[in-house]
C-alpha cells in the first residue's frame, strides 16, 4: 500500500471559510491540502452571495429607468433573460476561477472529492487516505425543507430560484423574511412576478432593528409586495389554475388560499456535517447540527477546527472568512481568537444594514440606552439619487456616550455599515462618529447627524 499522504493542514470545502484558511494557512508557511466535493468557492460564489447580487444589481437597473422618467428619461426597456443569466454565470466563473488562481498561487493543493473521517486526524478521499497535524471543518450548510413542501418542481430553494433564465412565474409566494427571502422576493418582483412574501415573525429580519426593517417592509410593499407577517404557510395542493396554499396566522386560527404558481422556500439552512464521520474524530455536534467551537475556532478534538456556516450563526460569507483566518493562524501555532463585530447587510433597494447592538439587545445588556436617527428625506445626496426612503439610526449608552449599534436603510447602506463597524472596533462614542467630517453630499453624511441626532444637534433636522 503506497504511504499515506502527509500534509500540515487539511481543510475540508473551499467556500469563503475554507479558502480564506487554506490561504492563510499556506502564508504563514504550513503544507496545506484543500478538499473540495463541489465546486471551487462554495454556496457564496456559486450559489449564493455572487449570483444573488448580480441578479439584484440587473433588477434595480431595469427599477432605476422607471425611476428615471420622473427627470425626464423614457426608455422602453426590455430584458434578456436568457443574457441576464449568461452574465450572472460569467460573473461566477470569473471569481471562482479566481479562487483556483489564489489557491494555486499560494501551492495550496486542491483535490476533488468528498472527505470523510476515518481516524482522528485522518481523512479519505475517493478511496484515499490523507493525514495532517490540524484539521479545518469548512462544509458550511444546505437549504432547510419546511413541512408541507418538499423541494420539487415547484417548490423551490434558493439555487434554483437563481435559474431565471428558465421563466418567471405570474405569481410566486416566497416564504421566509430573512435576507434571502427579501431579495428573492424583489428580484422576481422587478422582473415582472406578482409577490407575496410570508414571514412567520411580526416583523421581517427579526433578528434586526425592527424600526428599520418596518422601514424597509413598507418600501418593499410600495413597488407591489404583499408583505404578510405573523403567518406561516402548512401545505399546499397542486390544482389546475396553480398552487394552492394554506396560510395560516402564526398563532393558529382561520386559515385562507392563495393561489401562486411557484413557492419559494426560504426560512433558514443547516449546518453540512452529515457522512462526515465525526464520530471518528470525536468532533461533538450540537443539538442543531453544529459543530461547537471556542473563539479560537477549536472543536471538541485535538487539532480539529470548525469554521463558518458549519460551525454556529450567523450564517454570513465574512464570518465564515475571517473565522478561516483565525482558525488558519491557530493551526500555525500563533494565538488568535474570534472577537469582532459582524454586521449584515440585505441587498435589496433601499439596502438594510446593521451591526451591533439593537435598542432591545442594549436594554438587555444593562445599557441606558439613547437613540439618534437621521431621516434620508433630509439627506441632499440621497434626493439628487431619485431616492430619499431610510434612515440611519444609532444606538448608544446615554451615560459614557458608547456607540453601541448602528442600523440603516437606505441606498448603500452595505457600504456605510463599515464605517459603523469600524467605529465599533474601535470603541468609538457617538461624539466620535458626529466630530468625523464626512464629505458632502454623501450618504455617509446621516451617520454623522444620527450621531449629531443623538446629542439633539443635528443641523438637517429639527431637534425635538
Ligand atoms: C442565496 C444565498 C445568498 C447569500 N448571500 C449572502 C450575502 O450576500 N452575504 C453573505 O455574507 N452571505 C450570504 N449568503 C451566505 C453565505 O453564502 C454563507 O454564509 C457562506 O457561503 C458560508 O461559507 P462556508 O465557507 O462556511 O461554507 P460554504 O460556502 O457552504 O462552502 C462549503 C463547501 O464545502 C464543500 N463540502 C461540504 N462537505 C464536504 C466534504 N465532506 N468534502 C469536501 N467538500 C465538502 C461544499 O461542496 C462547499 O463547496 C448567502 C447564501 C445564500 C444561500
Redesign the pocket.
Known sequence: MAAMERYDLIV???????YHAAIRAAQLGLKVLA?????V????LN???IP??ALLHAAETLHHLKVAEGFGLKAKPELDLKRLGAWRDQVVGRLTGGVGTLLKGNKVELLR????FVGPTEVEVEGKRYGAKSLIL????E?IELKGFPFGEDVWD?TRALRVEEGIPKRLLVIGGG??GL?FGQIYRRLGAEVTLIEYMPEILPQGDPETAGLLRRALEKEGIRVRTRTKAVGYEKKKDGLHVRLEPAEGGEPETLVVDKVLVAVG?RP?TQ??GLEKAGVKVDERGFIPVNARMETSAPGVYA????ARPP??????MKE?LVAAENAAGRESAFDYQVPS?V?TSPEWAGVGLTEEGAKRAGYKVKVGKFPLAASGRALTLGGAEGMVKAVGDEETDLLLGVFIVGPQAGELIAEATLALEMGATVTDLALTVHAHPTLSEGLMEAAEAFHKQAIHILSR
Open positions: 475540508i470545502g473551499t467556500g469563503p471559510g475554507g478538499v473540495e466535493a463541489a465546486e468557492g462554495g454556496v457564496c450559489v449564493g452571495c444573488t447580487k472529492g468528498f472527505a470523510r469548512a462544509t458550511g450548510s437549504p434558493s435576507a434571502v431579495e439552512r453540512r457522512g462526515l469554521i463558518g456556516d458549519v450564517l454570513l460569507a465574512h464570518k465564515a478561516g447587510v441587498y
